[in-house]
Nanobody, 121 residues
Framework: VQLQASGGGLVQAGGSLRLSCAAS????????IGWFRQAPGKEREGVSC????????LYADSVKGRFTISRDNAKNTVYLQMNSLKPEDTAVYYC???????????????WGKGTLVTVSS
């Protein structure tokens, strides 16, 4: 079972990035997939999550209206489109899988390695 996040990088404030979470070793369509982030010196926080069918989503208040989560079960991949990025969005972003939709990191069963997003002011 493996999740791999990619798509991070350096972007100026106001810019956009799209993160991808590719799954291997299991069928992602049976799981809710969440995006989490952790900035230096801070706790890991839930950013967004999408349920297995794709019909239900959750967003942290700090990213509502700017980030959009989506999934392509045929490609076993979940995406996080991040627009209007702010310096406070700088963090390592991780994707994780769980049986049910949640922004709580402790209910996630599988984690991928993170991808670094740096937003310059």
């Amino acid at each position: 079972v493996q999740l791999q996040a990619s798509g991070g990088g350096l972007v100026q404030a106001g810019g956009s990035l799209r993160l991808s979470c590719a799954a291997s070793g299991f069928t992602v369509e049976y799981y809710a997939i969440g995006w989490f982030r952790q900035a230096p010196g801070k706790e890991r926080e839930g950013v967004s999550c999408i349920n297995s069918g794709g019909g239900s989503t959750l967003y942290a208040d700090s990213v509502k209206g700017r980030f959009t989560i989506s999934r392509d079960n045929a490609k076993n991949t979940v995406y996080l489109q991040m627009n209007s990025l702010k310096p406070e969005d700088t963090a390592v972003y991780y994707c994780a899988a769980a049986p049910d939709i949640s922004l709580n990191y402790y209910v996630m069963n599988y984690w991928g390695k993170g991808t670094l997003v740096t937003v310059s002011s």
